[in-house]
């Protein structure tokens, strides 16, 4: 019987930001490399505590399908220069370190997380999937305790039950979650008048929008104002139902044609030492040799 599986799936987009944010600048040549650099050497640590199989998705541009089905989806304007420019840096790095990286331009980072979720839990070998992620839209992939969201920053994890327990709608209502109280993120407002707790209420009892009578005096829950929020929600359902596909990742983004074992980490390519002198981070390849010996 094979050994049991854990998969890391990590937010490469996620961990760009907030290394950018956190690290000082970092210049090689003129071009910011400092947080390309900090989750490169993130992902070392993740293989030094012992991970086997690891994917990164990364934003490789921000606009995606969704940006035709709603104008105000969120683009890339407004990203700093310095940050935009550390996409391909972090993407080629991360390569040659020999990670699994998912340079996403149709759908978004997002999506691949998501997809590549639902397939390694398919897989009966793989005991649990760690979408590294704090993303709120992530949730809606959680099953149970076998996938789970992990904040790596925080050093926490968020089965099932913690989702109930934060937005009050199980993993299956994100979505519709998100739909109604909206995702100021993504770039999509929601319903008016509509907020976390009325959300919550109203999704717990009925589940999915297209549930919801239109009439509040049906409503077999009571939620302060809700002959505004009945009104609101007759009056716009068209709109919370296109918001909820802005909000639902697609889990039918084509990956990992060979399964889990795609994601299995054999080792630095042997393009790591040029890679990683041009980015002035050399001490990857004596971190990741060590890994390899210890295996």
């Known amino acids: 019987m094979p050994d049991p599986i854990q998969v890391h799936l990590v937010d490469g987009t996620y961990e760009l930001f907030r290394h950018h944010h956190a690290l000082p600048s970092h210049r090689v040549d003129g071009v910011e490399v400092a947080a390309a650099r900090g989750v490169a050497r993130s992902m070392a640590g993740l293989l030094e505590e012992g991970?086997?199989?690891?994917?990164?998705?990364?934003?490789?541009?921000?606009?995606?399908?969704?940006?035709?089905?709603?104008?105000?989806?969120?683009?890339?304007?407004?990203?700093?220069?310095?940050?935009?420019?550390?996409?391909?840096?972090?993407?080629?790095?991360?390569?040659?370190?020999?990670?699994?990286?998912?340079?996403?331009?149709?759908?978004?980072?997002?999506?691949?997380?998501?997809?590549?979720?639902?397939?390694?839990?398919?897989?009966?070998?793989?005991?649990?999937?760690?979408?590294?992620?704090?993303?709120?839209?992530?949730?809606?992939?959680?099953?149970?305790?076998?996938?789970?969201?992990?904040?790596?920053?925080?050093?926490?994890?968020?089965?099932?039950?913690?989702?109930?327990?934060?937005?009050?709608?199980?993993?299956?209502?994100?979505?519709?979650?998100?739909?109604?109280?909206?995702?100021?993120?993504?770039?999509?407002?929601?319903?008016?008048g509509w907020g976390a707790k009325s959300a919550a209420a109203v999704l717990a009892h009925y589940g999915r929008i297209e549930d919801i009578p239109d009439d509040p005096a049906t409503w077999a829950v009571r939620v302060r104002g809700s002959g505004t929020l009945g009104a609101t929600l007759a009056h716009a359902r068209p709109d919370a139902m296109l918001f909820r596909r802005l909000a639902t990742l697609r889990e039918d983004v084509p990956l990992l044609p060979g399964g889990v074992e795609d994601l299995r980490w054999r080792g630095p390519s042997p393009d790591l030492p040029a890679v990683a002198e041009r980015f002035d981070a050399t001490d990857l390849v004596g971190r990741l040799a060590r890994i390899v010996r210890a295996d």
């Open 51 to 192: 991970a086997t199989h690891v994917g990164v998705a990364t934003d490789h541009v921000v606009e995606s399908f969704r940006n035709a089905m709603w104008p105000g989806y969120k683009t890339g304007e407004g990203i700093e220069p310095d940050l935009a420019a550390q996409f391909h840096p972090l993407e080629e790095l991360l390569e040659a370190c020999g990670l699994t990286v998912w340079r996403m331009v149709e759908f978004e980072a997002d999506d691949a997380l998501a997809a590549a979720a639902a397939r390694c839990a398919a897989d009966p070998a793989v005991v649990r999937v760690h979408i590294a992620t704090p993303d709120k839209d992530l949730a809606q992939s959680v099953r149970g305790d076998r996938v789970v969201q992990l904040d790596r920053r925080k050093g926490l994890i968020r089965t099932e039950d913690d989702v109930i327990e934060r937005f009050g709608v199980p993993p299956s209502a994100i979505p519709d979650y998100l739909a109604l109280v909206g995702d100021a993120a993504d770039g999509f407002p929601g319903l008016p």
